[in-house]
T-cell receptor
Framework: AQSVAQPEDQVNVAEGNPLTVKCTYS??????LFWYVQYPNRGLQFLLK??????LVKGSYGFEAEFNKSQTSFHLKKPSALVSDSALYFC?????????????FGRGTSLIVHP | EAQVTQNPRYLITVTGKKLTVTCSQN?????MSWYRQDPGLGLRQIYY???????DKGDVPEGYKVSRKEKRNFPLILESPSPNQTSLYFC????????????FGPGTRLTVT
């Protein structure tokens, strides 16, 4: 079985400061890892993904994520937060082989960026 | 424009009255899935389909049915809705390519009284 944990329900950060949204995962074998963002009253939008290779993945809107195999983590980061980054962020994992090939999502972390 | 559409977007109904939420995608994706989103519980998978006539249960399938008669459509059926099915529902699609991302519909907010 595959699972994702997002230990923080909410992350607060001041505009201009760096932000980190945490994610840890569990999956058999190697993972594919994803981050999605949900703005109010909208569906989820793809942000970035890790398949293989470089542990630092860059995505949309200046976001990046670092894959750490030994810690089974895939934390989302941004060097300088914007108020417009305020949204709900979901981490997701799926196995590279076997299983349903459909990702499992975490519970989500609400990011609030204060002016 | 590549998109996943859901209808209706909002629905208020009563306990026991059968309903169907439609989902359609125009990207020729093989994979489709349904999720429900509840506060504090995040996104939980209800059912998924890996191709026409191939469906399987997700994490919370009780009280739901699906069908996949055409590649583009994946309706969610609630035969006898109950108040605990009040939720925000999302349909998603993806291709079986290497770690392809999912495309989500805009969501359907269902209230069962």
């Amino acid at each position: 079985a595959q699972s994702v944990a997002q230990p923080e329900d909410q992350v607060n950060v001041a505009e201009g400061n760096p932000l980190t949204v945490k994610c840890t995962y569990s999956v058999s074998g190697n993972p594919y890892l994803f981050w999605y963002v949900q703005y109010p009253n909208r569906g989820l939008q793809f942000l970035l993904k890790y398949i293989t290779g470089d542990n630092l993945v860059k995505g949309s809107y200046g976001f990046e994520a670092e894959f750490n195999k030994s810690q089974t983590s895939f934390h989302l980061k941004k060097p300088s937060a914007l108020v417009s980054d305020s949204a709900l962020y979901f981490c997701a994992v799926r196995a590279t082989s076997g299983g349903s090939y459909i990702p499992t999502f975490g519970r989500g972390t609400s990011l609030i960026v204060h002016p | 424009e590549a998109q996943v559409t859901q209808n209706p977007r909002y629905l208020i109904t009563v306990t026991g009255k059968k309903l169907t939420v439609t989902c359609s995608q125009n990207m020729n994706h093989e994979y489709m899935s349904w999720y429900r989103q509840d506060p504090g519980l995040g996104l939980r998978q209800i059912y998924y389909s890996m191709n026409v006539e191939v469906t399987d249960k997700g994490d919370v399938p009780e009280g739901y049915k699906v069908s996949r008669k055409e590649k583009r459509n994946f309706p969610l059926i609630l035969e006898s809705p109950s108040p605990n099915q009040t939720s925000l529902y999302f349909c998603a699609s993806s291709s079986p390519g290497l770690a392809d991302e999912q495309y989500f519909g805009p969501g359907t907010r269902l209230t069962v009284t």
